[in-house]
């Protein structure tokens, strides 16, 4: 879990990715799908969803995030810490979700 913390010690994000997410991740990071729902959480948040498709076509939550907005910093937070927690293995594709910010650190995929 990757946790950033503000000057008032507030939690403004936070990104977790399990180990058996890991493992999804290192499979089938091709093709990777980032979306958001929007502030249904009691913390009004939006929660964040990194997406892969495994080899039976299921859809397979490979990360998640909380974050306190949809602006491009949230977004690079979400993405670093992505490929930390994955050793640096970058999706092929990128799909983002419709406000997703500037995804700058991938410049070895390809958005559609």
Same mark, same amino acid.
């Given at each position: 879990?990757?946790?950033? !913390?503000?000057?008032?010690? @507030?939690? *403004?994000?936070? $990104? ?9 991740? %290192? ?11 929007? !502030?249904?959480?009691?913390? @009004?948040? *939006?929660?964040? $969803? ?9 859809? %397979? ?52």
């Amino acid at each position: 879990m990757m946790v950033d !913390r503000c000057s008032d010690d @507030s939690l *403004p994000q936070i $990104f977790w990715m399990t180990a058996l997410q890991k493992d999804l991740y %290192r499979k089938y990071h091709d093709v990777t799908l980032q979306d958001n729902t929007y !502030r249904v959480n009691k913390y @009004s948040y *939006p929660l964040c $969803f990194i997406v892969a498709v495994d080899g039976d076509n299921h859809s %397979r939550v490979v990360a998640q995030a909380l974050i306190v907005d949809e602006k491009t910093n949230a977004f690079e937070f979400i993405f670093q810490h992505l490929l930390q927690a994955a050793d640096g293995l970058h999706p092929r594709v990128m799909l983002p979700g419709s406000a997703s910010g500037d995804s700058s650190d991938f410049p070895k995929r390809s958005t559609l």
